[in-house]
């Protein structure tokens, strides 16, 4: 399954949660939303959204700094 994240496409080889995307790439801590094709999807919802082929996200994290 491809996938476009943060602009940069990633394979994965089963169809996968957000949640589970996260995991894979050692962030689901670090995740402050994702919008799935410019749709957020809600945090509460993440352990059972599963994008689509081809599907764009976007994972934003906040970052401290000053």
Do not use: H, R, S, Y
């Not at 996260?22 to 957020?40: G, Q, R, S, T």
């Amino acid at each position: 399954m491809k996938l476009i994240i943060n602009g940069v496409e990633k394979e994965f080889e089963t169809p996968l949660t957000i949640l589970e995307i996260l995991k894979k790439l050692e962030i689901e801590d670090k995740a402050m939303a994702v919008a799935v094709n410019m749709e957020i999807v809600k945090k509460d919802e993440w352990n059972k959204f599963i994008p689509k082929e081809n599907d764009k996200l976007e994972i934003l994290q906040f970052v401290g700094g000053g």
